[in-house]
Structure formats: structure tokens, C-alpha cells
């Protein structure tokens, strides 16, 4: 009983939230600014010059960064080019609730573009469903710093993405840096990326919408990492990758036919086999990473072999049993 005791306190410190001893950023009188402030009035022009409104200035309380409250038109505003894809049932259910609320009460966030034009990193899917309700201007939470537009993930820990809109996004942002800044190194956007794996998976989700990345993703998130090299070169490398994986992939839904053919009917056929291919199934990761258990590239190469010798007779209906619950584990963190 005391064991259980003592157990049940140790969880409870583990979940308790713990205040920073020293406090951060503006309060009061301080957070306050006009529209036009130095740091602000470039933006607060260009606001004008689209046709919109500022309204407000503040320091935000985190960081103190400036920021612009305005009302924009609703044509002055467009998605990031490389965020993930509208969902049209998503849109129509959020504008059927502003309809009942009689409301618009969230922001779009949105920064300026190099160009010029205004963009909104977090806010799609209520930029989409303004069009629905057929508003003539949005409101806007309006930063000056235009990296903000690629801090897409963070911005989203919420309402995480899943792993196919995670990848595409981070596939498409990859792309947008390597082309505007080309001496970029891969590395230096670890924070934007999140992790190297998604770069590879967003590849392949690029040409084949209907590919399952997740039972893959343990194998890459192992021996992935962030390139020392430039965007565009990684991403050469990567394409490299993203097509051997592919073909990994067709291999893979062979085995799963055959398996079908043998009278197996579980939906976890494709984790299964998978898993039995992954080089590094068994490696655990250490606290401290030392580097990965192998490059990606022999990873593959010993995946593509594993799978050319997959021995269909070897499955066993409790085998699935245990992949099923590995994996509904794994799906609620990826």
C-alpha cells in the first residue's frame, strides 16, 4: 500500500505545472503602443496602402515584440504558399459556428511577405470560412517579422497536424527557404522542420497523396538528421531518398497482398511488415544522442533487402496482435 502510495504522489509532481521563479516581459502601461510606433510604422502604412485599418499596437507579454491589431480586406489576405491543405468540411462546420456564435472573434495571424504581400501562416481554414460568410475585411494579428510565417508547427501545438500535413508543410517551407535563401543550411531550421524525417516523408506525400508514412516514420525518426549542407543540396540527397522508399513502399504492398491471399484481414498488415523490414527496430534511443545507429542511406539499403526476402509463411496472427498495439500507441504521438 505504500508502495502505491508513494507511486500515485510521484505522478501527481510529474503532472504539476511549475511557475518560473523570475517573471518575463511587459506588463501594465508598458505593452502599450501607437500604431505608428518607430517599430511598427512601416507596417501600419502598408496596412493602409492595401486598403485596411490598424487599430491597435501592443508589446506582446512573452517576448515584448511589437504587434499590429488591424482590420485588412479580406482580398489583401492569402494563406502561406506552403501550409497544409484546406479542408473544405473543416471550413464549412467553422463558418456554420461563427454563423451561430453571430461572431467572428478570432484573429487571423498574419505577417507581410518579402513582396509585399500579406500572409497568414495560422488562420486558413478562418480566412476560407470569411469567404463563406462573405466578409468584406478580417481582423488581423499583424507581426513585422516575416520568419513568423515558417514557424507553422509551433504555431499549431493545439490542434497538432497530422503526419501527412506535417510533412507536406514542412516539404513546401523547405523548398520556399532553399529558393530564397540559398546558402541556408538545412540544420539551421531544425525549430521550423521539427524533425528531418518529415522532410523525406513530405517528398513522397508530394507524389503519392495516398501513401501511409506513418509506419515508416519510426524508422527515419531513428536514423534521420538534420544536413550540415545547404537546403538545396539536402534536398537533392533527399529526393534520392524519398524515390528508394517508394519503391521500399511497392514492395511492401506486395507482401501485404500476398498476406491477404493467405487470409489475414487485419488493418495493421501494413505496420506489420514494416516493422519486420526496419533495420533499427530494436535500437533505443539514448538520452543523449551520440548520432544514429546507421546512415540512412544503408538503412535502406538493408530495409529494400528485407523486404526482396520477406518470408510470407513467418506471420502469425498474434504477431498482428502486438504490432496493433504498438502502433495505436505510436499514432497518438505522431
Request: glycine content about 6%.
Amino acid at each position: 500500500m505504500r508502495n502505491k502510495s508513494m507511486s500515485k504522489k510521484a505522478g501527481a509532481a510529474r503532472k504539476r505545472l511549475t511557475p518560473r521563479k523570475e517573471k518575463r516581459g511587459p506588463s501594465g502601461a508598458d505593452v502599450l503602443l501607437g500604431v505608428d510606433d518607430p517599430a511598427l510604422a512601416e507596417l501600419s502604412q502598408h496596412v493602409r496602402d492595401v486598403g485596411g485599418t490598424p487599430v491597435g499596437a501592443y508589446r506582446e507579454p512573452f517576448s515584448g515584440t511589437p504587434l499590429l491589431l488591424a482590420v485588412l480586406p479580406f482580398k489583401a489576405v492569402e494563406p502561406t504558399p506552403f501550409q497544409r491543405d484546406l479542408s473544405p468540411t473543416h471550413t464549412k462546420r467553422l463558418a456554420q459556428k461563427i454563423e451561430e456564435a453571430g461572431v467572428f472573434l478570432d484573429p487571423l495571424i498574419v505577417v507581410q511577405a518579402p513582396d509585399g504581400r500579406l500572409w497568414t501562416p495560422n488562420g486558413r481554414h478562418r480566412h476560407a470560412a470569411a469567404k463563406v460568410l462573405g466578409l468584406q475585411a478580417v481582423t488581423a494579428l499583424i507581426s513585422p517579422n516575416e520568419d513568423l510565417a515558417f514557424k507553422i508547427l509551433a504555431l499549431n501545438t493545439e490542434k497538432a497536424h497530422n503526419l501527412k500535413d506535417r510533412s507536406l508543410e514542412v516539404i513546401r517551407m523547405a523548398r520556399e527557404l532553399a529558393e530564397r535563401k540559398p546558402r541556408s543550411k538545412e540544420k539551421d531550421y531544425a525549430a521550423e522542420f521539427d524533425e528531418p524525417a518529415l522532410l523525406t516523408l513530405g517528398i513522397i506525400y508530394e507524389e503519392r497523396r495516398r501513401f501511409a508514412g506513418s509506419p515508416y516514420f519510426s524508422f527515419l525518426r531513428k536514423v534521420d538528421r538534420f544536413a550540415a549542407g545547404t537546403l538545396a543540396k539536402s534536398l537533392q540527397q533527399r529526393q534520392g531518398w524519398a524515390a528508394r522508399l517508394a519503391e521500399i513502399d511497392d514492395r511492401v504492398k506486395e507482401i501485404v497482398a500476398e498476406l491477404k491471399d493467405r487470409g489475414f484481414k487485419s488493418p495493421y498488415l501494413r505496420n506489420l511488415v514494416v516493422a519486420r523490414i526496419n533495420p533499427v527496430r530494436f535500437h533505443r534511443a539514448k538520452k543523449t544522442d551520440t548520432g544514429p545507429p546507421m546512415a540512412v542511406g544503408a538503412g535502406l539499403t538493408r530495409m529494400a533487402a528485407a523486404a526482396r526476402n520477406f518470408n510470407v509463411s513467418t506471420v502469425r496472427e498474434q504477431d498482428l496482435a502486438l504490432v496493433a498495439a504498438v502502433s495505436s500507441g505510436d499514432a497518438d504521438q505522431s
